[in-house]
Each structure stands twice: as C-alpha cells, then as structure tokens.
C-alpha cells in the first residue's frame, strides 16, 4: 500500500520569510514523490517531483523539496514567501515497485497564508 | 483553451437525478482519472483508465461508473445521487507510466440537495 501524510492543515508565514511545508510518505518500495499547488477556483498544477538522482529538487515558482529517505520524508521548502505564494498545496506519491498500473495516492492538504 | 476541459462547471441536482460530468483532453494521454476533493481529505481516486478497454476502479468507486468514450474523452456518473456526493470533481490525465506526472482539468463543482 502507499500513503502520504501532510500534518499540518495550515502554515503561516510573513512575507519574506521561509516556508517548509511538511510531507511524509509510506510505500513498499521507492518511492516517486510529487508536490502540486492549488490556488482558488482552479485545478491542481504541478510543482515539482522526485524520481530518483539528487535529493535536492528545484521546481517552479522558486520552490524545492528535500527527499529523506531515513526520515520518509518530502518536506516542500521556499527560501523566501511571497503572498502570491498563498495556496493549497498537495504532496502525492507512487510506488516504484508497482506494476505502473497504480495511480498517484495525494495528502490531505495544507493550506499555506503568506502575510504582506 | 485548456488542454483539459471539464463540463460543467457547476451543478446544483437533487437527491436521486442521474448526473454526468464529462472530461476531453488534447494533450493526447493514454491516461485518465477521475479524483474528489473533500475538504480535510485531499483527493480520493473514484476511477481511472489507462486506455479505452482499460477501466479500473479507485478507492471510493462505489456509486459512481465512468465511460471511455474515446482516447481524448472519459466521463464521470452518478447513476442517483445522494448529498454526500457533494464536492469538487477533478478529471486528469497523465502520460508517463513510470512518473504518473498528472495534468488536470479546473473542476467540476457538484451540488447534491
């Protein structure tokens, strides 16, 4: 089975600051990580994704997450918010292992509020 | 336009209709799925398919069937509703099984009274 979990349903941070948003996954194998932004009133885009290599990923908008596999962990980080930023943000994940016929398993969602 | 359509956009139905909600895509993906967004619960997946002859169930599939009309069109029904079918339906498509990187549509917002 895979799982993901985002603890927190929301993060604050002032303007110009940096932003960690938290993810932890579980799955058989390796696994193949994802974050997706949802911004109101529209469908989910992608952000970034860890599939194998270096375990600092960059990704759109300024954004980049660590891949810890000791700690399962896929934490989303940002060196400085913007309140553009302000979003819901999703991390999903997939097992490795299966056959390819699995889909993306998504989180429950944190919010995140970037104060001017 | 949008790589993937979504129609409608909104829905107001009352306990028992038939309802259908319908996706095309243009990106040319083998891969489509259909996902609910309850708030608290992120997305759940109700159905997928990786080609036309190809359907598969989510893990909330009960109440729902879907069709594969064509590559391009994958359709999401709710054969009689019931309120807590209420929520925010995404359709997506994906083209790399061994990324399962995901493009979706901007929603379906469905009202069951």
């Known amino acids: 089975a895979q799982s993901v979990a985002q603890p927190e349903d929301q993060v604050n941070v002032a303007e110009g600051n940096p932003l960690t948003v938290k993810c932890t996954y579980s799955?058989?194998?390796?696994?193949?990580l994802f974050w997706y932004v949802q911004y109101p009133n529209r469908g989910l885009q992608f952000l970034l994704k860890?599939?194998?290599?270096?375990?600092l990923v960059k990704g759109s908008y300024g954004f980049e997450a660590e891949f810890n596999k000791s700690q399962t962990s896929f934490h989303l980080k940002k060196p400085s918010a913007l309140v553009s930023d302000s979003a819901l943000y999703f991390c999903?994940?997939?097992?490795?292992?299966?056959?390819?016929?699995?889909?993306?398993?998504f989180g429950s969602g944190t919010r995140l509020q970037v104060q001017p | 336009d949008a790589d993937v359509t979504q129609t409608p956009r909104n829905r107001i139905t009352k306990t028992g209709k038939r309802i259908m909600l319908e996706c095309s895509q243009t990106?040319?993906?083998?891969?489509m799925y259909w996902y609910r967004q309850d708030p608290g619960l992120g997305l759940r997946l109700i159905y997928y398919?990786?080609?036309?002859?190809?359907?598969n169930k989510g893990e909330i599939s009960d109440g729902y069937s879907v069709s594969r009309q064509a590559q391009a069109k994958f359709s999401l029904s709710l054969e009689s509703a019931i309120p807590n079918q209420t929520a925010l339906y995404f359709c997506a498509t994906g083209r790399d099984r061994n990324t399962g990187e995901l493009f979706f549509g901007e929603g379906s917002r469905l009202t069951v009274l």
């Open positions: 999903a994940v997939r097992d490795f292992m299966d056959t390819g016929r699995r889909a993306l398993t």
């Open positions: 799955v058989s194998g390796n696994p193949y």
């Open positions: 860890y599939i194998t290599g270096d375990n």
């Open positions: 398919s990786f080609d036309v002859k190809d359907i």
């Open positions: 990106k040319g993906h083998d891969r």
